[in-house]
């Protein structure tokens, strides 16, 4: 089994949302907690990048970003800056569905890339749920630097490995994205 850290993004503003989303309840949980318990299916190392104190509460480490407004890859960048492992498990704190055949496809496939991240059926790349190399710091710092925010752009510079999901094995639906609480109130029956 490979030894990794857990990194779990929290840092969004959720303006779409009108809350922060990682701690809306659903189901009885806090969405990041979902996360957090697929992470912990690979690793006790667990950070939740986030400038929210409430995210304390969990009982894992909580760490601001360095490059501050600069989204998901301000995220990774900070996250992977901390970790004291090369290689991190990458998760959103808004993704409920996620669950163990995932973690496992994704350790299936790793072979010393610098990325291994997800493209859905219908063609989406999920930058947001992926193992991520410490080796590629320096082009996260060098691209935030230069205003580049585009995650699977700079992910299209390194050494990566996208797995494709064909619909029938039925984990497309492990990366619903909600942008209100109604979205997610809908789905929660499928929990």
């Given at each position: 089994m490979i030894k990794l850290g857990g990194i779990i993004l929290s840092g969004?503003?959720?303006?779409?949302?009108?809350?922060?989303k990682g701690?809306?309840?659903?189901?009885?949980?806090?969405?990041?907690?979902?996360?957090?318990?697929?992470?912990?299916?690979?690793?006790?190392?667990?950070?939740?990048?986030?400038?929210?104190?409430?995210?304390?509460k969990f009982g894992v480490k909580n760490i601001p970003d360095?490059?501050?407004?600069?989204?998901?890859m301000g995220g990774i960048h900070s996250g992977l800056f901390?970790?004291?492992?090369?290689?991190?498990?990458?998760?959103?704190?808004?993704?409920?569905?996620?669950?163990?055949?995932?973690?496992?496809l994704l350790i299936k496939n790793y072979s010393n890339q610098d990325v291994v991240i997800f493209k859905t059926s219908d063609a989406k790349y999920h930058p947001l749920t992926g193992l991520?190399?410490?080796r590629v710091?320096?082009?996260?710092?060098?691209n935030l630097q230069q205003g580049k925010?585009?995650?699977?752009?700079?992910?299209?510079?390194t050494n990566y490995k996208v797995i494709s999901l064909k619909q029938e094995e039925?984990?497309?639906?492990?990366?619903?994205?909600?942008?209100?609480p109604n979205d997610l109130k809908s789905s929660a029956i499928h929990l």
């Amino acid at each position: 089994m490979i030894k990794l850290g857990g990194i779990i993004l929290s840092g969004g503003k959720s303006s779409r949302f009108g809350s922060d989303k990682g701690l809306f309840m659903l189901n009885g949980l806090a969405l990041v907690e979902y996360s957090i318990q697929v992470a912990r299916l690979l690793t006790n190392d667990i950070t939740i990048i986030t400038q929210n104190p409430d995210y304390k509460k969990f009982g894992v480490k909580n760490i601001p970003d360095i490059f501050q407004d600069t989204g998901p890859m301000g995220g990774i960048h900070s996250g992977l800056f901390h970790s004291s492992f090369d290689i991190n498990l990458i998760l959103s704190c808004d993704t409920p569905f996620l669950n163990k055949a995932i973690a496992d496809l994704l350790i299936k496939n790793y072979s010393n890339q610098d990325v291994v991240i997800f493209k859905t059926s219908d063609a989406k790349y999920h930058p947001l749920t992926g193992l991520y190399h410490k080796r590629v710091l320096p082009l996260l710092e060098s691209n935030l630097q230069q205003g580049k925010f585009k995650l699977i752009d700079t992910i299209f510079q390194t050494n990566y490995k996208v797995i494709s999901l064909k619909q029938e094995e039925n984990l497309d639906t492990c990366f619903s994205n909600f942008n209100t609480p109604n979205d997610l109130k809908s789905s929660a029956i499928h929990l």
